[in-house]
């Protein structure tokens, strides 16, 4: 196999894991020893305990006690404490929206949740999520509560079928039926049979054509021999896994080395290996039109078990015509009427005028992307705030100023999963700003301001001296209304805000200075009053104020996530609104530009004057770093005020 010079990723597959982390990672570091080292790690079939006493030890890498030591990905979102285990990564992936690259779960571990295309190190990897419950099929809710795929889910792959380029891998939890149609027997598995697996396994594999098949749930190894895909120049090698720590000493942990089809020749890709079979899916088909009155027959006496989608009756006569391909395709749903998923989730579409799905709203309008495709046909879904779509046909990618208090998630995506305790509204028409539950400090209305600090007010912020400033200059930056964060923040606001940043700095500069910007979010039961703090560092400085950071961070025990670079205020607030979200954080901006974000999950604690603590390390006056030890009197304060008023005249952006 000769590439473009890219060296193959080098990849490990598992079967079922059912929980039993610890015996995969072993057994993966023993790999890793002797053929390593790998890249990544993409587990089939069910990957949560198959006992309720195997949930403690799966807790253990999921809270990061035990390190997971490569990437890993996981298709099988069920099992005994999928639910519980999942519960977060089932808020995030709500609120992420409509995401191929999967949901993170923790350090090194992705739900590949739904179905979609991922790209990893160049492979294309097609993956249909969750496992086949007939009842659920078409109840989006009840699904997603069993760890079930969704009609949809299926219908979104399919809509990726149609890409010209070449899926390299596929994982389906389950097996496809019908696979050892044509296959030799000798290597079949003694309890496979024709009635194994289901068939939208086996209608996704004919309509993706992967060069490989990964699936787990039999519980046994099987590597079919290649088969040739019709309208297709490469072959699909089908491999099912067994369990993970099986007894029985079946493989259950594949390495594969391949190079992406979109960097190999045509000719590289098209090589036929001596033992190739025709398409097991295809032999099906043919035999099913020469067999297909007494199909129809024992249909009609089975309605029940031929269902969409279902498993068919057991083998009564050893013929393969009980996997009708032509059946299922007219029951889909018309493709008239369905949403384009690529033009949905990428906002484009590569087939144009080409395209069998809906790309508009019925009146012309596009279909605003990340749209949930219940809400653009029916109006409404019944996933409610547990949706990973938008529920708005608004355009996402607009840039309308928010209105003041109204709730971020609810503008971004049309729901809030706070519901009736999200203290913005959810609606756009009549929007009442937040109001502090107790006395603050920060509302500008309220008795409890210090006014003499304030230096400048404008239309919607204000700016006013620090108290117990760490130097002289150094200001915080406050929404007149009681906004707990920025990130909340109306566009208007953030505009304004920036306005005052950019005059702030400009003053500075004139001093010999740069500026150093940080905000600490923390929600408080009473609420919080957003607000971020300048610090001025001499030019001199400037260059080593991140790696002060970053060195801060780590002695405690952290490190920064950084924000996109070269954006603009409003992208670059959006951006930490997508990392942080519902959570606490820590954020600087820093004078190379860089903007560097720590999220605070759950309960993570962090020093209340870490950004302070930084600053005056790195300023060599450690001392200053304790608000408290630089507190001054109301007259001192009055004169600084006033004497950084007199400064700030020819750079005030109100006057
Ligand atoms: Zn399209
Ligand atoms: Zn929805
Ligand atoms: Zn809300
Ligand atoms: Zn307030």
Known sequence: ????????????????????????????ASVNKSNGPFDALLCVGQFFP??????????????????????????????????LLLSASKLKAAQAGLSMEGIPVCQNLTWLIGSGILNLHGLRIAYLGAKYIPDLYQDAKGAAAAGAHHED???????????KAVTDLFLSNEWPLGVTNGADLVNVPPNVNAATGTMIAADLATELKPRYHFAGTEGVFYAREPYLNPDADHCTRFIGLATV??????????ALSPMPASTMALSDLAIRPPNLTVSPYEIARIESKSAGSRATNLRNGLAKDTSRGGKHPVDVDGQYWRYDVGQTKRQRRDDGDRVCVEFVTRGTCSREGNCRFKHDLGDGTPIPK???????????????????YRHSLENPERREPLPAGVCFDFFKTGKCDRGADCRFSHSLDNPAPPRPTGPCWFCLSSPEVSTHLVLSVGDHCYCALAKGPVVQGHVLLLPIEHFPSTVSLAFDVLDEMQKYIDGLRECHRSQGN??????RYIQLRAGTHAHIQ???????????????????????????????????????????WELVQNRNYFYVELPDQARLVHPLDGGAKMSMQFGREVVATLLNKPERGDWKACVMSKDEETNMAEEFKQLFTNFDPML
């Open 153 to 163: 889910d299926v219908d979104a792959l399919r809509a990726f079928a149609d890409d």
């Open 514 to 519: 740069a500026i150093v910007i940080f905000e």
């Open 370 to 388: 990340g749209a949930c495709f219940e809400f653009v046909t029916k109006g409404s879904c019944e996933r409610g705030a547990d949706c990973r």
């Open 1 to 28: 196999m000769s590439g473009s010079g890219s060296t193959a990723p080098r990849i490990l597959i598992a079967g079922d894991v059912c929980g039993r982390l610890a015996a995969l990672y072993k057994r993966v």
């Open 534 to 576: 300048i610090i001025p560092i001499p030019e001199a400085e400037a260059q080593s104020a991140r790696g002060a950071f970053e060195t801060a961070a780590m002695q405690a025990g952290f490190e920064f996530q950084s924000l996109p670079s070269g954006k603009s205020h409003r992208q670059a607030r959006e951006a930490l």
């Open 245 to 254: 720590g099986n007894d029985k000493k079946q493989k259950f942990l594949h």
């Open 50 to 83: 198959s006992d309720p006493s195997g949930i403690e030890d799966m807790q253990k890498y999921i809270d990061g006690t035990e390190p997971i030591p490569l990437p890993t990905f996981f298709v099988g979102n069920y099992g005994e404490g999928a639910n």
